[in-house]
């Protein structure tokens, strides 16, 4: 972890407005993610109730890679989607190179997920990379996933612009991503949990300096939601979208096929 990262990330200022409009919001989130990166797993699983890893599945599901394929994990944090993926594929794609590439551009994510991925996951590999930038090369892959991590990078179309280059014609694109449910009496409880007891005990329990679990709301409460998610596939030329609504309608996960 680097010294920036034991420092406040976002604090009642930056968090006052929109964080996704901010010239520096790159830069905060990695900080604030090698600043978590160590407790990231345990707080996932306590404040979803071990429903994530079931959000996760069904992502896999949906990007229906079949063996031979490779699938792109963007934004792979430590590991879990890509791990999930690699369960279900050989370790070599048709081409001899690996089926699972998972990338992130926070160094601390990386040797947890690479931890993590042996014996029936030993399918996935990592990079270091933006999400803007991908390190592959043009049309590389059958399916790109992202869970959790669209509404993090800076500029998401330009990010679903880059995801369309790394894949083939016909290759699928898979969304997972928090969402504001839409039930009012569901939308008041949901709030109630994200913005007043889970930064307290999220914070408590990682020790955080950061802010993240009040920069997570917020982000959530202030992104696209599910229309402005599938305006992104429609705008970079996927065809066929399809999202589905779980955990009540605060979590969508989407997907679509280039060119279709
Ligand atoms: C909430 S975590 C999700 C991790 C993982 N996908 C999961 O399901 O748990 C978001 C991740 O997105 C990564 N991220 C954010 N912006 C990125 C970018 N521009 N390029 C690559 N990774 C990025 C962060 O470093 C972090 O690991």
Redesign the pocket.
Known sequence: MDAAAKKKVWGRDTLAGDPHARGDK?RR??A???SI?GS??LN?RLHAFGM?QRW?RVAVGMAAVTPGERVV??????????IALARTLPAAAADGGPSVI?????FA?LPLAEGKSSGDAAAAAYAA????RLPLPDACCEAV?????L????DPSA?VAEFARVLKPGGRLVV?EFVEPRNPLIRWGNAAYTRGLMPLTATALSGDRSGAYRY?PKSVATFLGTAGVAALYERHGFGGHRSRAMNLGTVDCHAGTLGR
């Open positions: 790159a989130v990695r604030m993610f090698a990166a990231y797993d996932n994530d996760r994990d963007v934004a792979c944090g430590t590991g879990d989607l890509a998972g990338v992130d551009f926070t994510m990379g933006d999400a803007l996933t992202i869970a959790f991590g509404r993090n990078v800076a990010a997972l997570l």
